[in-house]
C-alpha cells in the first residue's frame, strides 16, 4: 500500500512514521470505523486460540450498499492488457513505496553504504530479489560473464595440485544443489547497540534477507583441482569488485559441504547488485563473507587477516580489545507487523508476524509477549522451517486499546536463546557496531501508533 | 545467458534453437575447447557416483595465462554504482533474453492469450515472480487496492449467516499462513497432444511456476461469516476481470485448510498480472480456478457450470464426451537441462536438471533414462520437498557423444506414476488440449543439439 510522510512525533525525541511506512494515513482513513464482534467459537476453535480471544473484533464491512462492491469499477467493465506487456514483470504502481531504501541517519562514503530491505511489507520467508538489501564496498557493477573467471589455487606450493580457471559455463555443468538461506550484514541492527532508535523495521533490521541460492559445492570444485586438505585448513574468497573484498573462510564450513559456489538466486541468476554472476554462499556466516562477484578461492593454512577482517568486523568489548572472526549470525528474531512507524487501526483482532532466523541451525521455537517481556506465548512457526533460513512466525493477538510492547524470543536447535539487551551488554559492553541480536521492542500507543523503543 | 535465433533444421520437421535458447552460438563459441581429465575418484566419491562416471570429463580450462584472469578487468579497477541505484532491482542486461514469451504457434484473441515461464533457465523451485506465467481471458489490469473489495454470499437464504465485504486491510489483519506451491495452467503442455512438437521447454511446459503464496485460509473466513457448511458443498470463485472468471471449488478443498484467499506471493504484495490485490490459491488443482483479481466467494449446493467449466477446461474424450471439473494436476515431471532449443558443448560430463510436480502431494521420486526409457537413474531431490509444490531433482550425467533420448518420469507419495504417451493416450484419446501429464523427451543429437521429439 502506499504511504506518506508524517512527522509529528508520538515519542518524544524519536522520529515516527517514516515514508517507507506499510500503512499511511489514507490507509486508515479507508478502513471503515463499522466494527462487528464476529470471532465465534468456531473461528476461535479453527485457530486452536482457546477463549483467551474469543471476545475479540475484527472490523469487518457488511454493508450490503458498499458502493464499491455494488457497483462494477471500470477494471470489471473493460479489457485489460495483454499477456507479457511486461515481459520482465513489476509490481503494481500501488506498491511503489514498498522499495529498497538507505537509511538518512547513515553516512555514505563514495559508493560504499547500506540499502534496506523493507521488512514491514514482507511476508512468509522469501525476500524478492528485487528488494534484497545492499551493501557494498566499492559499489556494484554488472559484470560481463562471458568475460568474468575463477580460479582456485593454492597459498603454498602443492597444496592445489591442478590451479584452474572456470568460466560460468564449466561452472553451470555441473552438479548443482538449491537451498533456501538467510543471509545478513554483521552491522544488521548495528545502529541499536547506541541506544539510536532508528524508526523502522526496515532500519533496525533490513539487513537481512532469504533467498534460494543455487550453485556447486565449493569442496566438489576444490576436489577437482586436487586441493590437499590434510594442508589447507582456511580458504580465502576473493571478489571481483574495485575493493577486491577479501575473507578468510575456516575449512570445517567448506568440509559441510554447505559453501557453495553459487550462481543462481530466487529461480533465476544472481542480480548483479547480489554478486552477478558469481558469489560465494556461507550459510549462517555475515554476509561480508558471502563474497559478491567471487574470483577466487585460494587455499591456505591460517587465516589471512585481511583489511575488512582486521579493521572492519571486529567486536570491540568492554576491557578495549577487539574480537576477531566472529561471524556465525546468533539467533535473533524480529516482529515485522505491527512494528515501527505502523498504526493498528482500531482495537481488536490484530496478527502479530515476524521473522527469526540462527546461523547455528533450524528455529526451534518462537515466543511473543505484548507486555515487554513479562509474559511470553509460544508463536506457531510457518512450513517449511529450514536450518540457517528465515522461518516465519505468527501469533494470533487481540489488542484492547492499551499500551503494549511487543516482543519476540527466538530459540534454536542447538539451544541459543536470543538475549535481552541487558544480557547481550552484560557481555559485550555498548561499544560494537556488529553482532547485535537482542530482543526488538516495539511500544504500541493507546492511539495505535507503533514505535521503537528500548527496554532492558 | 544471451543467445540468437538459429534456424537451421536438426531434427526434419521441427523449429529449432528459438530466441529464447539458455546457450547460444555466442556462449558455445566462448567455451574453451581444451578438456582435462579432472574426475578423480575423489570427486566421484563425493558425488556418490560411483565407478560409472570416473572416466568421465569436465572441460575447465587450467591456463595460467587466460587473459580473463590475469588482467584485471574494468569492474575491478573502478567505482561501482552506488546502492540504491535501482530500489527494486532487476535482472542484468546480460539476462534480458530470459523473460515471458508468448508462443508464436499460439493464436491470441484480444487480451486472451498466454505467457509462458522461461523454465529452460530456471533454477532451483522459486520462480520469479516477474517470471510467472500469465493466462488471462479478459485481459489485465492494475487494480487500486484501496477500492477493491472481496464479499463472502450464499447462494440460499441461511446458508451464511452473515454476508460480508472485506477491504484488503481487513483481511491482512487476520492470521495469515505462508506456503510454497506450484501452480500449472490445464493447457499446459497442451500442444504436445497433438504431436506439435514445440522447440523449447519454455512452450512445452512454461505455463507451469511455483511461489510462497501468503494469505487466509478460506475456511476462516467462511466461519467468521457464519457459513452452514452442512448445507453448502461447494464454492464459487469470482474474479473481478472483465470476463468475471468464475469457477467451482468442492468443499472438501476448502475445508482441508489448503485453500487460500491470498494477497502475498514470494514475499511481497501478488503482482498485478498474477491477480494483485487478491486471488484464490487451490493448491493442486489448475491455474483457472486460482481466481484472479478475487472479487468474491459464494457457498453453494451444486456445481455452478460456468462457461469456463463447461466450454473450456473439459477433456475431449476418446468415445466423444466431454469429461468435465477434472481438475487435479497429475503428477508431471519435465527436464529442463538440457531441454530442447539448448546445445551440448563437449562431451563428457553435464548435469541433468529438472522440475518434478504433484496435485495430490509431494513427489516421492523422479527417475530419468538418457535412452528413451529403456534404462533409469534416480536422481536426487533437492531439499525441501513440499506438498503440491515444484521439486527440483538433478542427475550427474557424462555425455559419450551418442544420440540420446533424455526423459524424466516422477512418482508422487500416492504411487501415481507419470504416463508414457502410449499409456496417456490409450485412456484420454488424442484429442484433448488439457492435462497431459505424459513423460517428455528431448533428443540429444550427436552434434549436442537438443530438440524436442516424442517417443511412445
Known sequence: MGGKAKTDPVVPGRVRAAPENFLSADDIAAVSSGRRDV???????????????????????????????????????????????????????????????????????GAASVAFTPLQGS?????????????????????????????????????????????IDDLMRLPSVSRMHFLECGANTGMEWGNVAVPTVQYTHGMVSCSEFTGVELRLLLDICGADLSRGTFVLAEGADGSSMTRTIPMDLVRSGEVLVAYGQNGEMLRPENGYPLRLVVPGVQGVSWVKWLRRIELGDRPWGAKDESIHYVDLMPDGQ????????????????????????????????????????????????????????????????????????????????????????????????????????????????????AIQSWLVDPSGEVSNVQTA
Open 39 to 109: 470471532l465465534r467459537r468456531g473461528f476461535a476453535a479453527a485457530l486452536g486460540l482457546g477463549g483467551a480471544v474469543a471476545a475479540s473484533t475484527i472490523p469487518a464491512q457488511a454493508r450490503a450498499d458498499d458502493p464499491d462492491i455494488v457497483d462494477l469499477p471500470p477494471w470489471s467493465t473493460s479489457l485489460g492488457l495483454p499477456v507479457a506487456a511486461t515481459p520482465y514483470g513489476m509490481p503494481s504502481r500501488y506498491e511503489r513505496n514498498l522499495v529498497r531504501r538507505q537509511s538518512p541517519g547513515l553516512t555514505q562514503v
Open 123 to 167: 511476508f512468509g520467508i522469501i525476500t524478492p530479489s528485487g528488494l534484497h538489501f545492499e551493501r557494498h564496498h566499492q559499489g556494484w557493477m554488472d559484470i560481463d560473464p562471458k568475460r568474468h573467471r575463477f580460479m582456485i589455487n593454492g597459498s603454498l606450493p602443492g597444496m592445489v595440485a591442478r590451479p584452474m580457471v572456470f568460466t
Open 322 to 437: 577487539h574480537r576477531q572472526y566472529t561471524s556465525i549470525q546468533e539467533v535473533k528474531s524480529v516482529i515485522t507487523t505491527p512494528s515501527g512507524g505502523q498504526a493498528l487501526v482500531g482495537q481488536g483482532f490484530h496478527a502479530i508476524s515476524g521473522l527469526a532466523w540462527s546461523g547455528r541451525g533450524a528455529v526451534r521455537r518462537v515466543d511473543v509477549s505484548v507486555d515487554g517481556g513479562r509474559n511470553w506465548r509460544e508463536a506457531t512457526l510457518q512450513q517449511p522451517v529450514l536450518p540457517k533460513c528465515l522461518t516465519r512466525f505468527v501469533l494470533p493477538w487481540s489488542w484492547t486499546g492499551e499500551r503494549a510492547i511487543l516482543q519476540a524470543r527466538a530459540t534454536d536447535e542447538t539451544g541459543h536463546v536470543q538475549p535481552t539487551y541487558r544480557q547481550l551488554r552484560a557481555v559485550r559492553g555498548t561499544r560494537s557496531i556488529y553482532h547485535n541480536n
